[in-house]
């Protein structure tokens, strides 16, 4: 089944730099990678999305970039702000089968001030 | 418009007791899913159901059973919990297609078995 790797498990940014998460996944049917962010004490929201027929997206200060080949996926927030520490999780579907998703481990991201 | 609400947000157990969450959605969605979180371990999907009356099992089902009598409503049901399904568990939901891949969260349940 599909198993996805995500890296790093803790980030810490000075406000204001960059911040880059980055997944792999194993199968190459999957067509739908998904970010969400979690706060504490609450439940998971989806950030942005891209499937594979696309390279790139981007949402304001967040973009997530996808290379196929490779089979891995990165999330990107350019001028952090204490409002982004939070839990990311990245995620991968094949778009069948309930549409059923496989995430990765989370990364805590901290932003200081 | 609720989203997707989850009863009860807190639940101590002692072993071997039983327990139903509840999980409500009001976006017509046609799938739904529980999860597990842990630590370092993200989500895990336990089981899922793609309309009313059906169910599936996901990557850890054992010791869990649902069901789905209606559309907006997905059961999470332990029937003799142990203190391995401490964890917090969360309901989600999505359309099964049109922007079909996004699931929407509840809030979540905290469960801990003594």
């Known amino acids: 089944g599909e198993n996805v790797e995500q890296h790093p498990s803790t980030l810490s940014v000075q406000e204001g730099d960059s911040a880059v998460i980055k997944c792999t996944y194993s199968?190459?049917?999957?067509?739908?990678f998904p970010w969400y962010k979690q706060e504490l004490g609450k439940g998971p929201q989806l950030i942005i999305d891209?499937?594979?027929?696309?390279g790139e997206k981007k949402d304001q200060r967040i973009a997530v970039t996808l290379n196929k080949t490779a089979k891995h996926f990165s999330l990107h927030i350019t001028e952090t702000q204490p409002e982004d520490s939070a839990v990311y999780f990245c995620?991968?579907?094949?778009?069948?089968?309930?549409?059923?998703?496989?995430f990765g481990a989370g990364t805590i991201l901290r932003v200081k001030s | 418009n609720a989203g997707v609400t989850q009863t009860p947000k807190f639940r101590v157990l002692k072993t071997g007791q039983s327990m139903t969450l509840l999980c409500a959605q009001d976006?017509?969605?046609?799938?739904m899913y529980w999860y597990r979180q842990d630590p370092g371990m993200g989500l895990r999907l336990i089981h899922y159901?793609?309309?009313?009356?059906?169910?599936a099992k996901g990557e850890v089902p054992d010791g869990y059973n649902v069901s789905r009598l209606k559309k907006q409503n997905f059961l999470l049901g332990l029937e003799s919990a142990a203190p391995s399904q401490t964890s917090v568990y969360f309901c989600?939901?999505?359309?099964?297609?049109?922007?079909?891949?996004?699931?929407?969260f509840g809030p979540g349940t905290r469960l801990t078995v003594l």
């Open positions: 989600a939901s999505s359309y099964s297609s049109g922007g079909a891949g996004t699931q929407y």
């Open positions: 199968d190459s049917a999957s067509n739908y």
């Open positions: 891209i499937r594979s027929n696309v």
């Open positions: 995620a991968a579907s094949k778009g069948k089968d309930g549409n059923k998703l496989v």
């Open positions: 976006m017509n969605h046609e799938y």
């Open positions: 159901s793609v309309g009313e009356g059906t169910t």
